[in-house]
């Protein structure tokens, strides 16, 4: 189970951490990403981390202002966000699955864990 907290409401040009905790024994096989869904639109790839290694992945939309980032010990996975856009607006869901490859890895479909979604909002 994924339990995904840090959302809420922030102007524009502000920054918010989001954090999700992960139930599973062990995260040392499994890739880890954030996605976003706004109103009428498809769940998005922001980013992705492979666990093992710590390599990152990107959505062009976000790089340069979000960061992923994970704490083994917590067994928790950040996305920090700074430089927030009202296009940023959406509500966040964390996901999960057993280590895949690469070009899999922004695709929704290719996740089989997910965490309950917390809102992030942006004003101008």
């Known amino acids: 189970q994924l339990q995904a907290s840090g959302g809420g409401l922030v102007q524009a040009g502000g920054s918010l951490r989001l954090s999700c905790t992960a139930s599973a024994r062990t995260l040392s096989t499994y890739d880890m990403a954030w996605f976003r869904q706004a109103p009428g639109k498809e769940r998005d790839f922001v980013a992705h981390i492979r666990w093992s290694v710590g390599s990152t992945t990107y959505a062009d939309s976000v790089k340069g202002r979000f960061t992923i980032s994970r704490d083994n010990a917590k067994k928790t996975v950040y996305l920090q966000m700074n430089s927030l856009k009202p296009e940023d607006t959406a509500v966040y869901y964390c996901?999960?699955?057993?280590?895949?490859?690469?070009?899999?890895?922004?695709?929704?479909?290719?996740?089989?864990?997910w965490g309950q979604g917390t809102q992030v909002t942006v004003s101008s």
């Open positions: 996901a999960s699955t057993i280590q895949t490859t690469y070009r899999a890895v922004s695709i929704a479909t290719t996740y089989d864990y």
